[in-house]
């Protein structure tokens, strides 16, 4: 889990660091970016470590989760940032950020840009810091984070899952969840050993606010409003890649090759933990 900074002195700090690395990166940024064939063929600059912000778009329930920890068992220099996760967390320990954020995501909206915003640049400038690459689930989810985000990181790589609404639907009333610990279980992919109790603690599972029909659809309508045109946003820079289907185990190999062949030029930095 990444921790927050909440000080203000702190988190300008933190960005005017975040910009001199990002300025001091900047060749190899532009070079996995840009991917012509003038700019693939220059050598890279030695020895400097490549790091990488990768996104993962879809609808909510639609295996984005699944997907990214295959994703980081392969790619072990990336590191997740979950922003779902993370405000989940906060809403277990009942900070502030967390009373703020619970009562958007348990009517299925979004928690507002700003409060977004704040977390994930911070988050990410820590992340940065340890000269990681980053995997980005559920965020950025409006053209707004996404152009906040852009003068901040580069987006280089991009996975759009396109999975059916109805796929979807049923998905995620299959989902329950261990609500102490996070654990998350499904009926139909990974059910608990006994139906309706946590597996290590045995205590019940329950249904995730946002998880009832009425707040899926909400969420579903919202996916389509204000995260689908980040879609196109990404395709324009030419970094985004379309994955359609209705199972993960059949998604993700078509995934791991687009990723082996994007970061196939700079695999010691894109595989090394
Ligand atoms: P997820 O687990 O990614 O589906 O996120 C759960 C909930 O957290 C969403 O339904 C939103 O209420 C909130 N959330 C997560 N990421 C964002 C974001 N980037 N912008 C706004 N709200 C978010």
Redesign the pocket.
């Known amino acids: 889990m990444i921790h927050l900074i909440s000080s203000p002195a702190r988190s300008c700090l933190g960005t005017a660091i975040l910009r001199k690395q990002l300025s001091r990166r900047g060749s190899t940024f532009s070079r996995t970016s840009l991917r012509s064939d003038a700019v693939a063929s220059m050598p890279l600059a030695e020895d400097k470590p490549h790091t990488h912000t990768l996104l993962i778009l879809g609808k909510?329930g639609g295996g984005k989760g699944t997907i990214s920890g295959k994703i980081l068992a392969d790619f072990p220099s990336f590191q997740l940032m979950?922003?779902?996760?993370e405000?989940r967390q906060h809403v277990r320990n009942q900070t502030a950020i967390g009373v703020e954020?619970m009562k958007?995501?348990d009517e299925?909206?979004?928690?507002p840009d700003n409060v977004?915003i704040k977390l994930v640049i911070n988050d990410a400038m820590e992340a940065i810091k340890t000269g990681r690459s980053l995997l980005l689930?559920?965020?950025?989810?409006?053209l707004e984070?996404a152009k906040v985000l852009d003068q901040n990181l580069n987006v280089d790589l991009v996975v759009n899952l396109s999975i059916p609404n109805e796929t979807i639907v049923g998905r995620i009333s299959d989902r329950w969840i261990h609500p102490a610990s996070g654990r998350v279980y499904s009926y139909s992919y990974k059910p608990p050993k006994v139906k309706g109790l946590d597996d290590e603690t045995g205590e019940l599972l329950v249904q995730r606010e946002?998880d009832k029909p009425e707040s899926a659809l909400r969420?579903l309508q919202m996916y389509e409003d204000a995260t689908a045109p980040l879609v196109n946003y990404y395709e324009e820079k030419g970094v985004c890649q379309t994955f359609r289907g209705t199972m993960s185990d059949v998604i993700y190999p078509e995934v791991k090759a687009w990723l082996d062949d994007q970061l196939a030029e700079d695999k010691v930095g894109a595989y090394a933990s």
């Open positions: 909510p979950s922003t779902g996760d405000l954020a958007y995501m299925g909206s979004l928690v977004m689930d559920g965020f950025p989810r409006t984070q946002d969420r």
